[in-house]
């Protein structure tokens, strides 16, 4: 008895068997996700290697900036009788108090830098920053007035990365100028920041005005710390994709392709900030992170307590979000170019090799490899149209030898080309993806029901 296995019976039984067929093209589907997941793996980790240069960079150019203050330290003695008949103790104390009103006036000016082929989202602004003292109320704080060491009183200010400062810091004073110096901020659990001494004569004041110039360098954005009694800031760049973060919104804002400007006004009651406190009873602050997109966990916020608001140069176009959304849709985009050949085979009787549809999968597979690489030099959308463009006319060449009419060839390229716009579509849609998509997922299964109705499959 012959039992040697015939080839051209075991390509008959393939193609006269509309079931097996399924079978095996729904096995080679799923070992085609493997190499597919490991694109996404990989698009992760091209991405958590640009987050790597980026912090790089950051770390030599100026961090993600707040700035918090200015605000007054000044010494006090607290007087402690242990016993009548003895001499009292004197314990030193340190009050401190925030501005009245602080005006800040900003203009970002972005800055990219390049190191090898990733660019890197810096900025270098320039802030104007106006305010007023006023007189502290030491009765609510039971501090004496004769107690208060005004000769040794001290503005702090908190600036996140001392590294990002450009030029000199003073404090103004009518005509004044006091040189700041950096100094960890006391009374406030910050690391960096700035100080300076404030003339006695100066301090006493019932008011006192003052102004603070600061050329402040930084990457992914800046924020601030609504520490006056009333604040406004008002920022501008031309940058033209801002994000607004933190605790408090712009009350008004304009965004257009020239840039954005936008303003703040937070009073007292906004905030959960003392005015002046004591040593005895601190007040804490934090550092300030947030938002920062640590790829591939997306965007973790800070658990800081001090309430801030501000600004990040948002990119609008990151190629690795769009490419492992991409990804997403490998599923999809082989299981119905498979479809197509099925059909072919099964209704036009077109014989198509379970190798066949190996190697146009696995050219659709490499398509995602290709956009990968070549966005990183040509960015998203041109990457997408040549990969696409090489992708379908390899495709459709290759079907012209696998079907003997040609017209299924110009079929297969047809639909590539409209899978490809559709997906491309997709990730244009923001908002209305899962709907498009939905949509199109119920269209496509209808026509898939409608074709195979006739098909008998055993």
């Known amino acids: 008895m012959d039992t040697t296995t015939n080839p051209e019976t075991e390509l008959k039984k393939w193609s006269e068997n509309p079931l097996l067929k399924v079978i095996i093209i729904g096995f080679l589907i799923l070992i085609l996700m493997i190499p597919s997941m490991m694109i996404t793996s990989l698009v992760q980790e091209r991405s958590l290697r640009k987050m790597q240069v980026t912090n790089e960079v950051?770390?030599?150019?100026?961090?993600?900036q707040t700035v918090t203050g200015p605000y007054i330290e000044i010494p006090y003695l607290e007087e402690i009788k242990?016993?009548?008949?003895?001499p009292s103790e004197?314990?030193?104390?340190?009050?401190?108090y925030f501005p009245h009103?602080?005006?800040?006036?900003?203009t970002i000016t972005p800055v990219i830098k390049k190191r090898s082929i990733f660019?890197?989202?810096?900025?270098?602004?320039?802030?104007?920053?106006?305010?007023?003292?006023?007189?502290?109320?030491?009765?609510?704080?039971?501090?004496a007035p004769d107690k208060i060491m005004w000769d040794k009183a001290t503005v702090h200010m908190a600036v996140t990365d001392l590294s990002g400062i450009s030029t000199q810091v003073n404090f103004v004073i009518s005509d004044t100028i006091i040189p700041m110096t950096a100094a960890a901020p006391a009374g406030i659990n910050l690391s960096n920041g700035l100080m300076c001494h404030l003339p006695e004569h100066l301090v006493k004041n019932e008011k006192l005005d003052f102004s603070i110039t600061l050329n402040l360098k930084g990457s992914q954005g800046?924020?601030?710390?609504?520490?006056?009694?009333?604040?406004?800031?008002?920022?501008?760049?031309?940058?033209?994709?801002?994000?607004?973060?933190?605790?408090f919104l712009p009350d008004t804002s304009t965004i257009s392709d020239k840039g954005f400007e936008a303003s703040w006004t937070i009073?007292?009651?906004?905030?959960?900030?003392?005015?002046?406190?004591?040593d005895v009873n601190p007040q804490s602050f934090q550092n300030v992170s947030i938002y920062r997109y640590d790829a591939p966990n997306g965007y973790e916020t800070s658990s800081a307590k001090t309430p801030v608001f501000g600004v990040e140069l948002f990119a609008t176009v990151d190629q690795y979000t769009k490419n492992e959304r991409t990804v997403k849709y490998a599923f999809l985009l082989i299981t119905l170019t498979f479809a197509v050949y099925f059909f072919c085979e099964v209704l036009k009787k077109q014989k198509v090799h379970p190798l066949q549809y190996g190697l146009v999968g696995a050219a659709l597979v490499i398509f995602f490899i290709l956009l990968l690489s070549l966005s990183e030099h040509l960015g998203f959308d041109p990457a997408y149209v040549v990969a696409s463009f090489a992708t379908i006319l390899l495709i459709t060449l290759y079907s012209r030898s696998i079907f003997s009419e040609k017209r299924y060839a110009t079929l297969v390229g047809g639909l590539l080309i409209l899978l490809f716009g559709f997906i491309y579509i997709i990730l244009q849609l923001e908002d209305f993806a899962l709907l498009a998509g939905s949509i199109a997922l119920f269209v496509i299964i209808a026509l898939v029901m409608y074709l195979t109705r006739k098909v008998k499959w055993a």
């Not at 009103?101 to 900003?106: A, H, Q």
């Not at 601030?224 to 607004?244: E, Q, Y």
């Not at 009073?267 to 004591?278: A, C, G, P, S």
């Open 267 to 278: 009073l007292d009651i906004n905030r959960q900030i003392t005015q002046q406190w004591t």
């Open 222 to 247: 800046i924020y601030f710390s609504p520490v006056a009694g009333n604040n406004k800031v008002r920022m501008s760049s031309s940058w033209p994709s801002p994000k607004f973060e933190g605790q």
């Open 82 to 86: 242990i016993n009548s008949k003895l």
């Open 90 to 96: 004197w314990n030193e104390h340190k009050l401190y």
């Open 58 to 64: 950051s770390s030599k150019w100026g961090q993600l």
């Open 119 to 143: 660019k890197v989202i810096l900025y270098d602004s320039h802030l104007d920053i106006k305010g007023s003292f006023n007189y502290p109320d030491l009765t609510a704080l039971n501090i």
């Open 101 to 106: 009103e602080l005006v800040t006036n900003g």
